[in-house]
């Protein structure tokens, strides 16, 4: 739906040389991303609920440093601001259409009607806005990088945490699941590392396709013959690049809901 439908009214992206099998491909490929990032998110959520004492433990023994939790709340905030800036009614209020080479007084189409955008007087130029967009999605995947010794090391708290709890919950404590919890926090350390470096290395990779010189994919005519190759991975790539961050931040924000309200816990 966002692919083929929704994304000329909300999102701002240039889908000029995307259609027909381009299209399905990117609705595919999207959804396989939707998927494979939702667990990873989990973790994600986890360790910054618990990498920022959100559950007011205060046990000197899974803490963070203030560093560990600084990297938290500027990943957090910073992916949640990227991706606001592909999001039109957003994006627009930051271009100021009255320097010169920005876009002018247009209208657009938004629910089926055409509106005159009111906004445009503040911000910077169209040009400007461009790369300084670009720059916070290099940033915020180099933020995820960042805090990856950090992330691990609150999965890792996750089950120490866990050891506490089921010590001192009673008199007979039962620490049968607090040493599998262990284990398996030690076993999984590999899949862990690799669900948190994940969408950091989807983000800087696919920011970089969309980079790349325009003559790279000339020789490959095989290909090329099929799709506009150039133009195709540029806007593919960039919309991909955005679309890791968006589901990353929708996800986590959606797990420290359920976390804030009580419907998740962790033990």
Request: hydrophobic share 50%; net charge positive; aromatic share 16%.
């Amino acid at each position: 739906m966002i692919c083929l439908e929704v994304y000329p009214w909300i999102l701002d992206f240039e889908f000029s040389s995307v259609d027909g099998f381009g299209r399905l491909f990117v609705a595919l490929l999207s959804g396989f991303i939707t998927g494979s990032l939702y667990l990873a998110a989990g973790k994600n959520a986890r360790a910054f609920w618990l990498g920022t004492d959100q559950i007011r433990s205060k046990l000197p023994i899974i803490s963070c440093g203030w560093f560990a939790q600084a990297l938290f709340y500027a990943n957090y905030v910073l992916l949640g601001f990227t991706t606001l800036l592909w999001i039109n009614p957003f994006a627009e209020i930051l271009i100021n259409k009255n320097i010169s080479g920005s876009k002018g007084t247009q209208t657009t189409r938004f629910g089926g009607k055409k509106r005159q955008r009111l906004v445009g007087n503040i911000g910077m130029a169209e040009a400007d806005f461009i790369q300084f967009r670009l720059w916070c999605l290099w940033l915020s995947g180099m933020l995820q990088i960042l805090a990856l010794r950090a992330n691990l090391q609150t999965f890792l708290n996750e089950a120490v945490l866990s050891w506490y709890q089921r010590l001192h919950a009673s008199m007979v404590p039962e620490m049968e699941y607090s040493r599998a919890k262990v284990f398996l926090h030690n076993h999984y350390l590999c899949v862990a590392v690799l669900q948190f470096f994940a969408p950091a290395a989807l983000m800087l990779l696919s920011l970089g396709l969309s980079l790349v010189d325009d003559g790279l994919f000339e020789n490959f005519q095989g290909v090329c013959g099929i799709l506009p190759c150039s133009a195709f991975v540029k806007e593919v790539a960039i919309f991909m690049a955005w679309w890791v961050s968006f589901l990353w931040f929708v996800f986590t924000s959606t797990y420290l809901a359920f976390y804030r309200r009580g419907i998740l816990y962790i033990s």
